[in-house]
């Protein structure tokens, strides 16, 4: 949890350090803020088939009873939570990211999926002006995070010259890309923004009564 913890207190940090870059980096380069989804479909294709001993499932219930199918997977010595979408997505990437970076993308991962209970602490941390926490968080079932369907990368770690391709990149396969609303260590996926809003509690307040 400790640990957890000091990992989102590095991601609020980095996104504070990085923000004048990605206002730079987006200025500069004028991409677009979606890609159309035909190239999106083309990629996936190419995406092998997944193996059962790959990963694990993981269920979580929410407030409105709504019960989520997650995708535990160990990676190395890591264990990640996320989305199926995410998960082919992130394995899409894998070969950019090496042949560009020379590492996975999943060593570059900073968080992933994050219960409710991590987002209310964050949130709270930020109500008591915690100096750490830069941007105002999501209250908790309000991130996408809270879906599986968010990722925030290590991009301090990225060479400045080599971010720009690795935002289109991921923008082309589908990823909305935060350093277009200020969080550039942030990346999720619109495509399950129909589901999130379906199932997400209107209030976070819901989720206080059902605890
Ligand atoms: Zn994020």
Redesign the pocket.
């Known amino acids: 949890m400790y640990d957890l913890i000091k990992n989102i207190m590095n991601?609020e940090r980095e996104s504070g350090l990085n923000n004048n870059y990605a206002k730079l980096i987006h200025n500069s380069l004028n991409l677009p803020k979606y890609y159309p989804p035909p190239i999106l479909e083309k990629i996936i294709e190419q995406i092998p088939k997944k193996k059962k001993n790959q990963y694990e499932l993981y269920y979580i219930e929410t407030p409105t009873g709504h019960k989520i199918e997650l995708l535990k997977v160990k990676k190395g010595n890591k264990e990640f939570i996320m989305h199926n979408k995410m998960y082919e997505k992130l394995n899409t990437l894998s070969d950019y990211f090496k042949d560009i970076l020379g590492q996975d993308i999943f060593s570059y991962i900073t968080?992933l999926y994050r219960s409710p209970e991590e987002q209310e602490q964050l949130y709270n941390r930020w109500l008591n002006k915690d100096p750490d926490i830069v941007h105002k968080p999501s209250e908790a079932w309000h991130s996408k995070?809270n879906y599986g369907a968010?990722v925030?990368l290590a991009i301090s770690r990225i060479p400045k010259e080599k971010f720009p391709a690795v935002v289109e990149q991921m923008k082309r396969i589908g990823f909305k890309w935060?350093g277009d609303f200020g969080?550039p260590?942030?990346f999720e996926l619109p495509e399950l923004n129909k589901w999130i809003e379906k199932i997400k509690p209107k209030r976070s307040k819901n989720w206080h009564s059902t605890k």
């Open positions: 991601i968080s995070h968010a925030d935060g969080d260590v942030h």
